[in-house]
């Protein structure tokens, strides 16, 4: 399946996230990370729930040292990643130069102070989009169809 995803992380204390490349002074908080995976969409958030793993994207930094919630699976042929960042842009506190090396925005990353997933499901509404929200891989915790009321 192609598509993108958003994953819900919650960091318990302020942190640096150090990368290859960067240092990152991040609150403690809730987080969304908005990425897409035209070729595995299971395969890629699968492997952000994996805790033993070759660290690669900046992503995989932040979860060493933070909590990975839940995951939305967002099925699409279309890549959806700019634009769904875009869109969590208006509500979540970006962490800009956070994961959004090969799309038009500064961050893929956003803090929000409290539990993101009303406006996460009102986003993926108001855009017509179908989700399925998962604690695992095994675990299924909601389908939302488009312009589900």
């Known amino acids: 399946m192609k598509g993108s995803y958003f994953l819900v992380i919650r960091l318990e204390a302020n942190s640096e996230i150090r990368t290859k490349s960067r240092l990152f002074q991040l609150q403690e908080g809730y987080y969304v990370y ?3 995976a035209m070729n595995s969409l299971e395969k890629r958030v699968g492997r952000h ?3 033993e793993k070759k660290l690669h994207w900046h992503i995989d930094y932040l979860l060493r040292k933070a909590r990975l919630l839940r995951a939305y ?3 699409n042929d279309e890549k959806l990643e700019e634009k769904l960042s875009l869109n969590v842009s208006k509500y979540g506190e970006p962490v800009k130069g956070f ?3 090969d799309v038009g925005v500064d ?3 956003y803090r929000f102070g409290e539990e993101p997933d009303d406006t996460l499901t009102e986003i993926l509404k108001r ?3 179908h989700w399925i929200k998962v604690k695992s891989l095994d675990e299924i915790i909601e389908s ?3 312009n589900e009321t």
Do not use: Q
């Open 99 to 101: 994961g959004a090396g």
């Open 34 to 36: 908005v990425g897409s």
């Open 144 to 146: 939302g169809e488009k």
């Open 49 to 51: 729930f994996r805790r």
């Open 73 to 75: 699976l967002i099925p």
């Open 127 to 129: 855009l017509d989009l």
């Open 107 to 109: 961050t893929n990353l």
